[in-house]
T-cell receptor, first 114, second 113 residues
Framework: QQQVKQSPQSLIVQKGGISIINCAYE??????FPWYQQFPGKGPALLIA?????SEKKEGRFTISFNKSAKQFSLHIMDSQPGDSATYFC?????????????FGTGTRLQVTL | DGGITQSPKYLFRKEGQNVTLSCEQN?????MYWYRQDPGQGLRLIYY???????QKGDIAEGYSVSREKKESFPLTVTSAQKNPTAFYLC????????????FGNGTRLTVT
């Protein structure tokens, strides 16, 4: 059972455009929603994260929008640049049990063209 | 320079052989994790360890084994029982504080033929 659904699978955006990646979750116990950025041949790196008591968080060109009632959250990349070309993963943390674990979405491959 | 070191970067094995992937961290983190990454499937948790000499199965532990004899080290063995071992394997760690982020190594790509 996929607990975090991510879309689209791939995305092509022109330089300067807005990239939008969406995620939906089912488990209302999730309490922390990070986004990771992964370049080819590298491990994922934390990009930005949000907690469910906040509807939006912005860091530079990256913004997370969070809709608790709809159980959805999204990543917006403003003024997308070729250097943003990477795979992006959303994730959600379940704090219950003996250890908090992250459940990841399936990833979105972003390509920013000139 | 603190971080997580995974070695080797590429690993090739014949079917039927066990293989051990190395993961070392100098971040003084308590918790360590192994994930498997396959195209279109995201990251799936294999095993995790919160303290030395203790570890728990993740979502896809079958065919894998781990040990945690030292805080810095969390090696993963891919056994011959793993049906589809070819994948990109990622090690991660975080400290024991709630809300602390997960730090990843740069992965080992294992190819079994």
């Amino acid at each position: 059972q996929q607990q975090v659904k991510q879309s689209p699978q791939s995305l092509i955006v022109q330089k300067g455009g807005i990239s939008i990646i969406n995620c939906a979750y089912e488990n209302t116990a999730f309490d922390y929603f990070p986004w990771y950025q992964q370049f080819p041949g590298k491990g994922p790196a934390l990009l930005i994260a949000i907690r469910p008591d906040v509807s939006e968080k912005k860091e530079g060109r990256f913004t997370i929008s969070f809709n608790k009632s709809a159980k959805q959250f999204s990543l917006h990349i403003m003024d997308s640049q070729p250097g943003d070309s990477a795979t992006y993963f959303c994730a959600a943390r379940d704090p219950t049990g003996t250890a908090s674990k992250l459940t990841f979405g399936t990833g979105t491959r972003l390509q920013v063209t000139l | 320079d603190g971080g997580i070191t995974q070695s080797p970067k590429y690993l090739f094995r014949k079917e039927g052989q066990n293989v051990t992937l190395s993961c070392e961290q100098n971040l003084n983190h308590d918790a360590m994790y192994w994930y498997r990454q396959d195209p279109g499937q995201g990251l799936r948790l294999i095993y995790y360890s919160q303290i030395v000499n203790d570890f728990q199965k993740g979502d896809i532990a079958e065919g894998y084994s781990v040990s945690r004899e030292k805080k810095e080290s969390f090696p993963l063995t891919v056994t011959s029982a793993q049906k589809n071992p070819t994948a990109f394997y990622l090690c991660a760690s975080r400290d024991g504080q709630g809300g602390s982020p997960l730090h990843f190594g740069n992965g080992t790509r294992l190819t079994v033929t």
